[in-house]
């Protein structure tokens, strides 16, 4: 029994393992609901379409800087808010995994299990960054199909992909800490009404920042929104500010692993308030 | 009889299975809860006790709120306690939760399997978690759908499944990496008395198989049938330990239920029966009224003529064999059910 004991002592390799199963456990279940993650889909779309032609005239107006190119669209510009509006407002709710396990067995049979709490974390964080893969791609295409093109191409995708990740754990850790803490689904809604909504506002998404106020553009500064918009946007620009991406790619890596820290250690008080 | 030192009875009828391992050894745990905005501590286990010989079902029985679920929570390291030692097949729980995982099986009060997941994807997901290679985990997956009689709804979402159905698999889940102990939090809570039936014809099977069982129940009838030994849990403190026939046993004789026609006439009643000889242990619960006899059936006439002396109105008399609610009422001070309705 010593010897069983002994090898199936937990290592990094069961930390992968584990997070793999978890994360196939969740993307199983998205390929049998896909219209969960189909409604999510439809706001950019709306945000793109519509937002795209009613202020298409914005990019005329004296200041505005679009993608550091004179000639580019408004819809051009405001893609790149798109994307991460949505890895915004879908990652709010990455928590309703935890919630759902919690209010059936299934949080405390994993917990009285060999999973240790890094590889739950890892395993739904993993299975949103999956999703905010494929719903950037979907975004690139709808924006590519009513006439978007960006100089950056390849490489400005890549990017894009990488600053939404990471954007996409950052509030997908913070949402799965407040699952923890709270709870309750209720309380998930509080994350995309009271901090998604005024961050995306608070950042260039959809406008040049160059023409807000100048209290906004010193909160842009500090917002993680922002520097993912920037990341993308300036990566897709033909002509990109690499000293204003890497910086910003560098904190959001930094924001990431903190926020997932900080939530894998939300289990304690989950555990100690039971 | 103190409540900090609870009736161990002697063993007669399983001695020999206590003579065995120990698969659980608790000892004066204790747990409290901060209580609601700011009131008095709520104490869930005020220094319980139990020892759970290996291969036997120990039965932990008690109203909702007694310690019963706190104590489950605790010897599966979902929650730690104040004071107190846990050991679960010999492993400390509080200093190494992660060994003390890996003997563990787990049957939460909540259903515990993914919905969203067929029955064998569940099963092969918590295998692979327990270390099991691929190929293991499938060959233990069907054995489990195979024995739980989920054949034809392996490969069908949870989700579809009837309440029994998904009682089965949870238990299945449980089982899968053979663990040492099995903890069943109120398996049968909510299923209907078809499903409960074969949820028990299940549970028997296991003590067939050695495994140790840890049940928590409220049903006294559940306890009666299934656990070899049992503990009844009141207020974070075990009361009574010991066989179920031992508890009974102890009770010596009948137990006597007169139903008053109106609780204002409980008073005289009470008094005048404590006169009739060869009644004792008279207590009364509204207008109900319980007594013990040696042989209840021939005391009946000198209660009755007594009452009706005494100008008492009977609505009913009832007389019975020792049963686990008469030991709740005999250690508990209450009867079992007045205790469940309250806690509601």
Same mark, same amino acid.
């Given at each position: 029994?010593?010897?069983?004991?002994?090898?199936?002592?937990?290592?990094?390799?069961?930390?992968?393992?584990?997070?793999?199963?978890?994360?196939?456990?969740?993307?199983?279940?998205?390929?049998?609901?896909?219209?969960?993650?189909?409604?999510?889909?439809?706001?950019?779309?709306?945000?793109?379409?519509?937002?795209?032609?009613? !202020?298409?005239?914005?990019?005329?107006?004296?200041?505005?800087?679009?993608?550091?190119?004179?000639?580019?669209?408004?819809?051009?510009?405001?893609?790149?808010?798109?994307? &991460? &509006?949505?890895?915004?407002?879908?990652?709010?709710?990455?928590?309703? @995994?935890?919630?759902?396990? &919690?209010?059936?067995?299934?949080?405390? #049979?994993? $917990?009285?299990?060999?999973?240790?709490?890094?590889?739950?974390?890892?395993?739904?964080?993993?299975?949103?960054? @999956?999703?905010?893969? @494929?719903?950037?791609?979907?975004? !690139?295409?709808?924006?590519?199909?009513?006439?978007?093109?960006?100089?950056?191409?390849?490489?400005? @995708?890549?990017?894009?992909?990488?600053?939404?990740?990471? $954007?996409?754990?950052?509030?997908?850790?913070?949402?799965?800490?407040?699952?923890?803490?709270?709870?309750?689904?209720?309380?998930?809604?509080?994350?995309?009404?009271?901090?998604?909504?005024?961050?995306? !506002? $608070?950042?260039?998404? *959809?406008?040049?920042?160059?023409?807000?106020?100048?209290?906004?553009?010193? *909160?842009?500064?500090?917002?993680?929104?922002?520097?993912? *918009?920037?990341?993308?946007?300036?990566?897709?620009?033909?002509?990109?500010?690499?000293?204003?991406?890497?910086? #910003?790619?560098?904190?959001?890596?930094?924001?990431?692993? *903190?926020?997932?820290?900080?939530?894998?250690?939300?289990?304690?008080?989950?555990?100690?308030?039971? | 009889?103190?409540?900090?030192?609870?009736?161990?009875?002697?063993?007669?009828?399983?001695?020999?299975?206590?003579?065995?391992?120990?698969?659980?050894?608790?000892?004066?745990?204790?747990?409290?809860?901060?209580?609601?905005?700011?009131?008095?501590?709520?104490?869930?286990?005020?220094?319980?006790?139990?020892?759970?010989?290996?291969?036997?079902?120990?039965?932990?029985?008690?109203?909702?709120?007694?310690?019963?679920?706190?104590?489950?929570? %605790?010897?599966?390291?979902?929650?730690?306690?104040?004071?107190?030692?846990?050991?679960?097949?010999?492993?400390?729980?509080?200093?190494?939760?992660?060994?003390?995982?890996?003997?563990?099986?787990?049957?939460?009060?909540?259903?515990?399997?993914?919905?969203?997941?067929?029955?064998?994807?569940?099963?092969?997901?918590?295998? =692979?978690?327990?270390?099991?290679?691929?190929?293991?985990?499938?060959?233990?997956?069907?054995?489990?759908?195979?024995?739980?009689?989920?054949?034809?709804?392996?490969?069908?979402?949870?989700?579809?499944?009837?309440?029994?159905?998904?009682?089965?698999?949870?238990?299945? %889940?449980?089982?899968?990496?053979?663990?040492?102990?099995?903890?069943?939090?109120?398996?049968?809570?909510?299923?209907?008395?078809?499903?409960?039936?074969?949820?028990?014809?299940?549970?028997?099977?296991?003590?067939?198989?050695?495994?140790?069982?840890?049940?928590?129940?409220?049903?006294?009838?559940?306890?009666?049938?299934?656990?070899?030994?049992?503990?009844?849990? /009141?207020?974070? =403190?075990?009361?009574?330990?010991?066989?179920?026939?031992?508890?009974?046993?102890?009770?010596?004789?009948?137990? %006597?239920?007169?139903?008053?026609?109106?609780?204002?006439?409980?008073?005289?009643?009470?008094?005048?029966?404590?006169?009739?000889?060869?009644?004792?242990?008279?207590?009364?619960?509204?207008?109900?009224?319980?007594?013990?006899?040696?042989?209840?059936?021939?005391?009946?006439?000198?209660?009755?003529?007594?009452? /009706?002396?005494?100008?008492?109105?009977?609505?009913?008399?009832?007389?019975?064999?020792?049963?686990?609610?008469?030991?709740?009422?005999?250690?508990?001070?209450?009867?079992?059910?007045?205790?469940?309705?309250?806690?509601?």
């Amino acid at each position: 029994m010593t010897t069983l004991t002994a090898a199936v002592r937990p290592t990094r390799s069961h930390l992968l393992v584990h997070s793999g199963l978890l994360t196939l456990r969740s993307v199983r279940a998205l390929i049998r609901q896909p219209w969960y993650a189909a409604i999510t889909l439809i706001q950019p779309v709306i945000w793109l379409l519509l937002f795209g032609q009613l !202020f298409r005239s914005v990019v005329h107006i004296p200041g505005f800087v679009s993608s550091q190119d004179a000639s580019g669209s408004y819809l051009e510009f405001i893609s790149p808010g798109v994307i &991460m &509006m949505t890895v915004l407002f879908s990652a709010a709710w990455a928590g309703t @995994i935890y919630i759902e396990d &919690m209010n059936r067995g299934v949080m405390d #049979r994993l $917990l009285a299990s060999p999973v240790s709490r890094g590889a739950m974390m890892i395993g739904t964080l993993a299975y949103q960054v @999956i999703t905010t893969l @494929i719903q950037t791609l979907i975004v !690139f295409g709808i924006a590519y199909a009513a006439g978007a093109r960006y100089p950056g191409s390849t490489t400005g @995708i890549l990017l894009t992909l990488v600053a939404a990740s990471l $954007l996409c754990v950052i509030f997908a850790a913070m949402s799965n800490a407040v699952a923890l803490l709270a709870r309750t689904q209720e309380a998930l809604i509080g994350i995309s009404q009271f901090l998604s909504l005024p961050l995306a !506002f $608070l950042s260039s998404a *959809v406008m040049a920042i160059a023409l807000a106020p100048d209290w906004l553009q010193t *909160v842009a500064r500090y917002n993680p929104v922002d520097w993912a *918009v920037v990341v993308s946007r300036q990566a897709l620009s033909a002509d990109p500010d690499w000293g204003a991406v890497l910086p #910003r790619l560098g904190a959001l890596a930094l924001l990431a692993v *903190v926020m997932a820290w900080l939530a894998t250690r939300a289990f304690r008080t989950y555990q100690r308030s039971t | 009889m103190s409540p900090h030192n609870p009736a161990v009875l002697p063993d007669r009828t399983a001695a020999n299975s206590y003579s065995g391992e120990i698969a659980l050894e608790v000892r004066d745990l204790v747990k409290t809860y901060p209580g609601p905005r700011g009131g008095a501590t709520v104490r869930a286990l005020d220094q319980l006790s139990i020892r759970v010989a290996a291969g036997t079902i120990f039965g932990l029985l008690g109203p909702n709120g007694a310690g019963k679920s706190t104590t489950v929570k %605790i010897l599966t390291t979902l929650s730690r306690p104040d004071s107190g030692d846990a050991r679960v097949a010999g492993i400390d729980v509080v200093r190494y939760p992660g060994q003390v995982r890996r003997e563990i099986g787990l049957v939460s009060q909540k259903a515990s399997s993914d919905p969203m997941a067929t029955g064998r994807e569940n099963l092969l997901l918590a295998a =692979r978690i327990q270390g099991l290679s691929r190929r293991a985990a499938a060959a233990r997956a069907d054995e489990l759908i195979d024995r739980f009689d989920l054949t034809d709804a392996a490969n069908r979402l949870v989700r579809t499944y009837s309440g029994g159905m998904a009682r089965r698999l949870d238990v299945a %889940i449980g089982l899968v990496h053979r663990p040492q102990v099995l903890f069943l939090d109120e398996p049968t809570t909510g299923l209907d008395p078809e499903a409960r039936a074969e949820m028990w014809a299940e549970i028997e099977r296991l003590a067939d198989e050695r495994t140790t069982v840890l049940l928590t129940t409220h049903y006294l009838e559940e306890a009666d049938r299934l656990a070899d030994r049992l503990a009844i849990v /009141d207020h974070g =403190r075990v009361v009574v330990e010991g066989t179920a026939e031992d508890l009974k046993r102890e009770l010596r004789g009948d137990a %006597i239920i007169v139903e008053l026609g109106t609780a204002a006439q409980m008073a005289a009643a009470t008094a005048r029966l404590g006169r009739v000889a060869g009644l004792r242990e008279i207590s009364s619960d509204g207008a109900s009224l319980r007594a013990r006899a040696d042989d209840g059936a021939s005391a009946v006439p000198a209660v009755l003529a007594s009452l /009706d002396d005494t100008g008492v109105t009977v609505a009913s008399v009832t007389v019975s064999r020792p049963s686990l609610d008469d030991v709740y009422l005999r250690h508990a001070g209450r009867t079992y059910h007045a205790t469940e309705e309250n806690s509601r």
